[in-house]
């Protein structure tokens, strides 16, 4: 009874919450696709051994799956897949635990970022994209 009003609207709930948790990565993926080079620099000094392919699935899963996602399309499988790729982001590039000072602190703050984030995918992918999506469709 006393959540009436979120019964109600659900579907306008989940809606907005596809649409805040996907503004992270599609922002970023756009950036990092309209500066391609610039991705592959990075990923190259974050030394990972094929920076080329890192940058492309970097893009691939920020700007292409996350404004999937936020269309509701094929939500619940790019729920889990972006969750998982979240949680190598997290291992792979904010490694807190072999940091000192302030790095440390910050990449703890981004570290825990994704992990929230990790778990607003996965409810995302049990709950499905509600009413307003082309999954409906």
Do not use: Q
Request: charged share 10%.
């Amino acid at each position: 009874m006393r959540y009436v009003l979120l019964d109600k609207a659900s579907n306008e709930v989940i809606l907005l919450a596809r649409l805040l948790l996907m503004v992270l990565f599609v922002l970023f993926g756009w950036d990092k696709l309209t500066d391609f080079s610039g991705t592959v620099g990075y990923m190259a000094g974050a030394g990972l051994p094929v920076p080329t392919l890192a940058a492309a699935v970097v893009v691939l899963m920020e700007f292409f799956v996350g404004l999937a996602i936020a269309l509701g399309f094929c939500t619940r499988p790019l729920a889990l897949l972006l969750a998982l790729y979240t949680l190598g982001t997290a291992l792979i590039g904010h490694h807190y635990w072999t940091m000192a000072g302030a790095d440390r602190m910050a990449n703890m703050v981004n570290f825990y970022k994704n992990i929230a984030i990790i778990g607003g995918l996965l409810l995302l992918c049990v709950t499905g994209p509600g009413r307003y999506s082309i999954d409906r469709r």
